[in-house]
Structure formats: structure tokens, C-alpha cells
């Protein structure tokens, strides 16, 4: 069998590779590293080093063209910015970008058998989100004049962490990726895909670490700004530390500890132990990580159920509603399924009293 991977982050490429090694080990296996994301460059050349893939492209995303070219390509199934001639049997995606849609419409028109598959990327797999949208006039052009076209494709397996939280099945093929702990063999490629060979990060320890969100650029109808000015007045014995989204200034709560790192959450998680850590944010899947892929049990204060009651009170826009239902019903999901200590508080008061009693909470062992 002969396997595309496409990749356009640093967490789809743990995924792929914890993928390849759990199920593919002994075939064809191609990645495609699209090079949009801080790093891919770097990434590309440590991958080319190793014979975990059987090749490995660097996908240079500014060259896909105009919005006109990129159209036309998507119905006449043409791919020219890589020069490869492998006809695959699967192609496994973990979203539905550019390059991911056109690679399939090549192959399926040269192999009518070509499968796809979706690898787990975050929660979206868990909250009922599609992974090939049809929302668009142009999605469903390309649909309706290309036959091989993707949107046409419905997807075989799903490579999920926890196939027990999926509230909606596709089909029943969904099978469960191994956690990435110390004694899954695949993690010694992924430290080098990654130059983390011999990382080893000082221990975090009795922090609450506040996962910074975006909410206002994005045009939510969630004031991060406020939220961060009330965490700051909480009298605590756990010092609280910002972890920046990659979009925010670092200067946007202005004086702030911030977690001092490049890494991404899951290869920070990979290369830092935590110890009396309380995860707080208001939507981020990264509070789910740790667990899900690590299977590293940390508390977390979830504030969706809060937001989700003060902006339906405030008569906010629906996205945001429909954003924060979605986490609240995962939230209670994760917790009852696999018995998570997840803390959502429904009013700031609440959290307020959560975060003054760090200390005494953790050894009531409600934080443990």
C-alpha cells in the first residue's frame, strides 16, 4: 500500500507519525509538509534525515496562485507544486486545506480505489465538526464539475485518541492512535523531527497556567482584556503565567509572567514535567491535550459555561453561542467519560474562590 500524509501544522505531524507507526509501520509512506507554519523548513530538513517516511516534500504554499488559478486547478485536478509521480491507495487528511483537496483530485483520477482517511487535530473531531465542509457556493461548484473532486470522497477510518468521546459516528471505523507516552517507540523520531533530541525544560510547578485566546481580533463576543484584568486580582498562592496564542502580542495584558518558550503546547507537553499545574482558559483544546495524547492527568478550569450564560445574556453573536455550546458539552463529556478533574465554574465569583484556595483545594485532592 502507498500512503500521503499531508501535514500544515506541528501537531499534525506528531499525529501522522504516531499514525504511521501504530498502523503503517511496513508501507509506502509519503508526507507532504505544507510550509506555512513557523519552522516547516527546519522540520522538512530533520524528516529528510530519517527513514521514518519513505519521502518527504516541502509543499511551498505562496506558490498555489490567485484566487482564479487556485479555482481552476481545484476542477481540472491540477497540482504542479510538487513533481511526484506515486499513484497512492490512501491519503489520510486532518482538515480539508488547499493542497490536501488537489493531491486527491490528481490521484483519484489516475485510481478510482483511492481511500481517505481523517487523523484527529483537536477536538473538532469530537464536537460533531465536519472534516470536508460543503458551505460554500465555490466548494459545491467544484463539487458539481470535478467527479474526483474530495467533497465527493466520504472518509473510511478515523485516527482519534478517544474514539469513546465522539458523540456522532460517521461509521464505526474509528480506531483509537496510541497515548503518547514514555513507552511509545515512535518518540524518539518525533524529537528528532523536531531537534528536541536531548530537550529536557525545567519542571513547571504550582502555577496556574491561563491559555491567552484571541477572542476580540477574531471578532468574538468574548472580552479576553477583562477577564485577565479579573485573574490578576485574585489573591493566590499559585502564581499565574501566561501561554500566549502565536496571533497575540506578548505586550497585550501589558506586564504579565509569560511562559517563556517557542515550542508548541504538545512538544512543550513532550519535553516539560508539570507539577501542581492548573490548566485555566476559556475554550482552548489545549487544556484536553495533556490527557488526551499524553495521558497526563492535570486539573483544568474550563470558564465556556460561564460565557456561554454571559453572552447569550448580552445577546452576543451566534459563532460565538454556538463555539462555546460545542466546548460545554465536550467538557461534560471528557469528564464523565474519563474522569477528568474539570472545574467549570459559572460565575467569576466562583472561579475567584477556585483559584484563592490553590493550595488547600490540592491537598483535598480535589486538584488531584
Do not use: C
Not at 262 to 275: G, I, R, V, Y
Amino acid at each position: 500500500m502507498k500512503n500521503a500524509f499531508i501535514a500544515w501544522t506541528p501537531l499534525h505531524i506528531i499525529n501522522i507519525m504516531n499514525t504511521v507507526q501504530a498502523f503503517y509501520e511496513d508501507q509506502w509512506n509519503d508526507l507532504y509538509v505544507y510550509d506555512e507554519f513557523a519552522g516547516a523548513h527546519d522540520i522538512y530538513k530533520n524528516l529528510k534525515k530519517q527513514t521514518f517516511f519513505k519521502h518527504v516534500y516541502l509543499v511551498p504554499y505562496k506558490e498555489t496562485g490567485n484566487t482564479l488559478e487556485k479555482g481552476l486547478s481545484m476542477i481540472i485536478n491540477r497540482q504542479n507544486m510538487i513533481n511526484h509521480e506515486t499513484v497512492y491507495d490512501n491519503i489520510f487528511i486532518q482538515g480539508g486545506n488547499y493542497f490536501s483537496k488537489i493531491l486527491y483530485g490528481e490521484v483519484k483520477k489516475k485510481n478510482p480505489s483511492l481511500r481517505l482517511h481523517y487523523i484527529e487535530d483537536g477536538i473538532g473531531a469530537y464536537i460533531d465538526s465536519s472534516v470536508i465542509l460543503l458551505d460554500t457556493l465555490p466548494k459545491k461548484a467544484v463539487k458539481m464539475l470535478n467527479r474526483y473532486s474530495m467533497y465527493h470522497a466520504e472518509v473510511e477510518n478515523y485516527y482519534v485518541y478517544e474514539p469513546n468521546l465522539i458523540k456522532t459516528k460517521n461509521n464505526e471505523n474509528y480506531l483509537q492512535l496510541p497515548k503518547l507516552t514514555a513507552d511509545n517507540p515512535v518518540l524518539p523520531a518525533v524529537r528528532r523531527a523536531f531537534a528536541l533530541e536531548n530537550e529536557e525544560g525545567a519542571a513547571l510547578k504550582k502555577q496556574i497556567l491561563y491559555f491567552d485566546q484571541p477572542f476580540l481580533a477574531d471578532g468574538a463576543s468574548i472580552n479576553e482584556m477583562e477577564l485577565v484584568e479579573v485573574l490578576r486580582s485574585v489573591d493566590s498562592d499559585m502564581e499565574m503565567v501566561v501561554k500566549f496564542h502565536p496571533r497575540s502580542p506578548k505586550d497585550k495584558y501589558g506586564a504579565v509572567h509569560a511562559l517563556e518558550t517557542s515550542l508548541p503546547w504538545e512538544l512543550f507537553l513532550l519535553t516539560h514535567e508539570m507539577e501542581d499545574v492548573v490548566l485555566l482558559s476559556v475554550t482552548t483544546t489545549s487544556s484536553f491535550t495533556p490527557y488526551l495524547m499524553f495521558d497526563r492527568k492535570m486539573p483544568v478550569i474550563m470558564l465556556a459555561d460561564y460565557y456561554l450564560k454571559k453572552v447569550k445574556k448580552e445577546q452576543g453573536n451566534q459563532p460565538t453561542i454556538t463555539m462555546l455550546e460545542n466546548v460545554v458539552n465536550f467538557s461534560h463529556a471528557f469528564k464523565e467519560q474519563t474522569g477528568a478533574e474539570i472545574h467549570m465554574p459559572e460565575s467569576l465569583d466562583e472561579l475567584q474562590t477556585l483559584l484563592k484556595v490553590g493550595e488547600k483545594v490540592r491537598k483535598n485532592h480535589v486538584f488531584n
